[in-house]
């Protein structure tokens, strides 16, 4: 498969560590014990960046965000992180403003070194509130409570940060319509600049997957507290501009933007998944080692042993619209054609097929994007691109 147009370039650092793992996550993360490695890891990843380099992914190509997630990337220090961020400046042309986020939960943040994590670089926070309920966070398996979010906010706000991200979670254990609305007025009461808003799953390899709570909504509850929050975010000037994500003018998140554009990014850190793009040889995708103590000796030895793996020329129309089709916008065939090296009428007979089901529709032709239907079954509308 031949690509002519190389796409942005992103980077994501993962940080595997939280205090404690919440029942919900499915996330590569792990309970941190009373000696987390840190240094350890650090340098571990510092090392895994330089062979980053060393492959030659980067070559040319600046790198237009950055993602530190986890785990709690909040347990580690300003100087730490700082540490990491030097070396990615050292070892990449990293964009003089480039987006930098950092993933920190209320519980460990205000008790962290904010001022440490802005004078490192980082410019963006996105901070896990999921609910200002005391119970339902209990239930949740959080560490914090409503106090120490607003605590969080302000104290972000104190060390800089104008670009602040609140996680909201909806459909949880015991939540009402009530409650639903309350959580969606304490968040806004804080004025972020960004709102993830999205619904609890049962993820496979959960907790709450073997041992679902007694006392979710019902789909058809969870249905209206979705409508409900879509209505109070957009009269407080927040747009959806993906399934799950709403942002104040000028506040999209320029790294999950990439993902949905099917852009490419390298992955460093334990469990971190890298995707790049060959001119001449398609797309490529390789993983990290997940556990953080085997990752960090396959750092040292500076192997990583499994080589990167080519999409199949098959899949890559379902890999881009898998992402794609999550923005209010869809897609055009231009872009298309620069992501995947595939033309429009490779997928003709599947759009078609899925717009006489009502789910996409074509907007001139060459432009095609979900309806109010498509995006409501997002999962149905993906499926009808899944390769044979």
């Not at 972020?192 to 019902?218: C, D, G, M, R």
């Not at 556990?291 to 899949?315: C, K, L, N, T």
Request: glycine share 8%; net charge negative; charged share 20%.
């Amino acid at each position: 498969m031949i690509i002519g147009e190389l796409p942005p370039l992103s980077l994501y650092l993962h940080m595997p560590w939280c205090v404690r793992k919440c029942p919900y996550c499915d996330f590569n993360s792990h309970t941190a014990g009373p000696q987390v490695p840190k240094e350890r890891y650090v340098d571990a990843v510092i090392a895994d960046l330089e062979m980053e380099a060393e492959s030659g992914r980067a070559a040319g190509r600046p790198v237009t965000s950055i993602f530190i997630g986890g785990g709690t990337p909040s347990l580690f220090s300003g100087s730490q992180l700082a540490r990491v961020l030097a070396a990615v400046r050292a070892l990449f042309e990293v964009r003089r403003d480039a987006e930098i986020t950092m993933e920190a939960n209320p519980g460990t943040v205000e008790c962290g070194d904010l001022p440490g994590y802005r004078e490192a670089g980082i410019n963006r926070l996105s901070i896990g509130a999921q609910s200002f309920n005391s119970s339902i966070l209990q239930s949740l398996g959080r560490i914090h409570g409503p106090a120490e979010i607003v605590k969080s906010v302000k104290a972000a706000r104190d060390a800089g940060f104008h670009r602040i991200n609140l996680d909201l979670m909806f459909a949880l254990p015991g939540q009402d319509l009530k409650l639903a609305q309350a959580d969606i007025e304490q968040a806004l009461s804080l004025e972020p600049s960004h709102i993830s808003y999205y619904q609890l799953t049962l993820e496979p390899n959960t907790v709450f997957y073997s041992k679902p709570p007694a006392n979710l909504p019902s789909e058809e509850v969870a249905w209206d507290i979705q409508q409900l929050g879509q209505q109070m975010l957009h009269a407080a000037g927040f747009e959806q501009y993906e399934i799950s994500a709403y942002a104040r003018p000028g506040e999209r998140c320029v790294h999950n933007l990439n993902y949905w554009h099917f852009g490419d990014y390298l992955g460093a850190g334990a469990g971190a998944h890298g995707k790049f793009t060959a001119t001449d040889s398609g797309v490529w995708r390789y993983a990290k080692p997940a556990h953080p103590f085997a990752y960090m000796e396959r750092a040292e030895r500076r192997q990583f042993g499994s080589p990167p793996v080519a999409v199949a020329a098959g899949d890559l129309g379902f890999e881009y619209l898998l992402n794609v089709l999550r923005l209010p916008e869809g897609f055009c065939e231009t872009e298309l054609r620069q992501r995947t090296g595939l033309r429009l009428a490779a997928l003709q007979p599947r759009l078609d097929r899925a717009a006489k089901k009502g789910l996409i529709e074509s907007v001139n032709g060459a432009d095609w994007k979900p309806t109010a239907l498509g995006w409501q079954f997002l999962n149905d509308l993906q499926a009808e691109f899944l390769p044979d």
